[in-house]
T-cell receptor
Framework: GQQVMQIPQYQHVQEGEDFTTYCNSSTTLSNIQWYKQRPGGHPVFLIQ?????EVKKQKRLTFQFGEAKKNSSLHITATQTTDVGTYFC????????????FGKGTKLSVKP | KAGVTQTPRYLIKTRGQQVTLSCSPI?????VSWYQQTPGQGLQFLFEYFSETQRNKGNFPGRFSGRQFSNSRSEMNVSTLELGDSALYLC????????????????FGEGSWLTVV
């Protein structure tokens, strides 16, 4: 079945260091979405990427969608303690009515 | 505008019982999706409803069911509860659905924490 693999599972960084999480799908995705979930909270939508090779930036966050639409990455520059949480990617397959398949998430901790 | 509202927030049930969870989407949103989140399995898709019709279904047994009303509010039901059903159940609403290319934002509720004992 459809799978979205996400690595690493955990990442511990010093405040100010960069952070990257990667997602890989076994099949071509229609689009990919990224979410952040703070401890004890619910997932919050960050962004959606649709086009092959697309790159989007949100302040210190850079999102990429691979040329083959099978992989994606989220890069955070100069992490801050407010970046703490679990970052999930979620892909859809099957066009406009596909359901979201979530990666297992990368839990980021930031040491001040 | 009000966010996605899920009730109840916390509940404890006994094995074999059934449970109904409710989700009120953001006003104007017609798509409601349900997810189960556990530490071991992560976020797993249960089903999606759009305009009162189930449009997509995940790989969960028939004990898990749902429905959507004409006002877009949705309920999910789990019958014959098992210990493994203990999880955070999340509802997500969007204008047209999670798979849409239009870039519409998907909003999650705070979830219902279910503990089965």
């Amino acid at each position: 079945g459809q799978q979205v693999m996400q690595i690493p599972q955990y990442q511990h960084v010093q405040e100010g260091e960069d952070f990257t999480t990667y997602c890989n799908s076994s099949t071509t995705l229609s689009n990919i979405q990224w979410y952040k979930q703070r401890p004890g909270g619910h997932p919050v939508f960050l962004i959606q990427l649709v086009k092959s090779g697309e790159v989007k930036k949100q302040k210190r966050l850079t999102f990429q969608f691979g040329e083959a639409k099978k992989n994606s990455s989220l890069h955070i520059t100069a992490t801050q303690t407010t970046d703490v949480g679990t970052y999930f990617c979620a892909g859809t397959q099957g066009g406009s009515q596909g359901n979201l398949i979530f990666g297992k998430g990368t839990k980021l901790s930031v040491k001040p | 505008k009000a966010g996605v509202t899920q009730t109840p927030r916390y509940l404890i049930k006994t094995r074999g019982q059934q449970v109904t969870l409710s989700c009120s989407p953001i006003s104007g949103h017609r798509s409601v999706s349900w997810y189960q989140q556990t530490p071991g399995q992560g976020l797993q898709f249960l089903f999606e409803y759009f305009s009162e019709t189930q449009r997509n279904k995940g790989n969960f047994p028939g004990r898990f069911s749902g429905r959507q009303f004409s006002n877009s509010r949705s309920e999910m039901n789990v019958s014959t509860l098992e210990l493994g059903d203990s999880a955070l159940y999340l509802c997500a609403s969007s204008l047209t659905g999670p798979g849409e290319r239009s870039g519409n934002t998907i909003y999650f509720g705070e979830g219902s924490w279910l503990t089965v004992v």
